[in-house]
């Protein structure tokens, strides 16, 4: 069992910053790849980012250059710094943790936090 709790969302005016972070507990390892993923209305969900155990990264080129992953495996925790945000940001960010054991895989998602961005 794996739970996932994000925070850090806001209210920021284009152009400003956000750190999201995600807290992760149970059985999830360093060697799990974990990600960021947004949902805006009448859009569907999209992988903003990702991270896996060796430090690779992915990004959605809508955000390449302005949204940097990290993660702190001491403290089981994902982090997505956002700079220079954009009106089109706003979405709700979800944390993602991709297990694979036994053959199978699970898909873990948080809560969800709200990023609004004002023009």
């Known amino acids: 069992q794996v739970q996932l709790v994000e925070s850090g969302g806001g209210l920021v005016q284009a152009g400003g910053s956000l750190r999201l972070s995600c807290a992760a507990s149970?059985?999830?390892?360093?060697?799990?790849?974990m990600g960021w993923y947004r949902q805006a209305p009448g859009k569907q969900r999209e992988l903003v980012a990702g991270?896996?155990?060796?430090?690779?990264?992915n990004y959605a080129d809508s955000v390449k250059g302005r949204f940097t992953i990290s993660r702190d495996n001491a403290k089981n925790t994902v982090y997505l710094q956002m700079n220079s945000l954009k009106p089109e940001d706003t979405a709700v960010y979800y944390c993602?943790?991709?297990?694979?054991?036994?053959?199978?895989?699970?898909?873990?998602w948080g809560q969800g936090t709200q990023v609004t961005v004002s023009s």
């Open positions: 993602n943790a991709r297990l694979t054991r036994f053959a199978s895989t699970f898909d873990y």
């Open positions: 149970g059985s999830i390892f360093s060697f799990d790849p």
């Open positions: 991270i896996g155990s060796g430090g690779g990264t």
